[in-house]
């Protein structure tokens, strides 16, 4: 089946250690994209990637650094540097054309040990 | 700027009463794109419809409908008997042209969490 992969699905990270996120899709979309989500506040878009080796900072891009590597990958590390990480992290990917939908893993809820 | 608020947080009702989702949103772009997805508790957000611009017509899904005004900015979803399998958050989303460098970028409200009690 055609999708988008996130894994794992629960992490948790300890004070001052950086953490990987995974997400992998099979749709040969070309842009790729990672949001954080907390209670509340919607979706907000961390960084986003419409071609291999290229990826630009979203809103909220601090203490996220990402990886685009090959057309299907497309990870997320959280760095230390980034003092709230505990959120709902989702990875979706779009042909990147003017109106077409964004499709969504199942996410990966980060939390803080 | 551009903008999608979705002025209710939370709405509760008892199975097989009709609930209208508000969507308000603010562009410059002539040309754009509205979504609306639903996120179950399991947590993925699924697609439910795409509408573009110049296309007001109204579309029915099911019980699903959706009401898009220009005149006032609105692209509203209305869940027809609801159900409980219909508890979930719904987006709305907005993209346009030319916003933050990539036409596939989309600017979401915050949500509307949905309860339908049995």
């Known amino acids: 089946d055609g999708g988008i992969t996130q894994s794992p699905k629960y992490l948790f990270r300890k004070e001052g250690q950086n953490v990987t996120l995974s997400c992998e899709q099979n749709l040969n979309h070309d842009a790729m994209y990672w949001y954080r989500q907390d209670p509340g506040q919607g979706l907000r878009l961390i960084y986003y990637s419409q071609i291999v080796n290229d990826f630009q900072k979203g809103d909220i891009a601090e203490g996220y650094s990402v990886s685009r590597e090959k057309k299907e990958s497309f990870p997320l590390t959280v760095t230390s540097a980034q003092k709230n990480p505990t959120a709902f992290y989702l990875c979706a990917s779009s042909t990147d054309r003017a109106g077409q939908p964004q499709h969504f893993g199942d996410g990966t809820r980060l939390s803080i040990l | 700027a551009q903008k999608v608020t979705q002025a209710q947080t939370e709405i509760s009702v008892v199975e097989k009463e009709d609930v209208t989702l508000d969507c308000v949103y603010e562009?410059?772009?002539?040309?754009?794109?509205l979504f609306w997805y639903k996120q179950p508790p399991s947590g993925e957000l699924v697609f439910l419809i795409r509408r573009n611009s110049f296309d007001e017509q109204n579309e029915i899904s099911g019980r699903y409908s959706w009401n898009f005004q220009k005149s006032t900015s609105s692209f509203n979803f209305t869940i027809t008997a609801s159900q409980v399998v219909d508890s979930a958050v719904y987006f709305c989303?907005?993209?346009?042209?030319?916003?933050?460098?990539?036409?596939?970028?989309?600017?979401f409200g915050k949500g509307t969490k949905l309860s339908v009690k049995p």
């Open positions: 989303a907005l993209s346009g042209l030319y916003y933050g460098g990539s036409q596939g970028n989309l600017i």
């Open positions: 562009t410059r772009d002539t040309t754009y794109y």
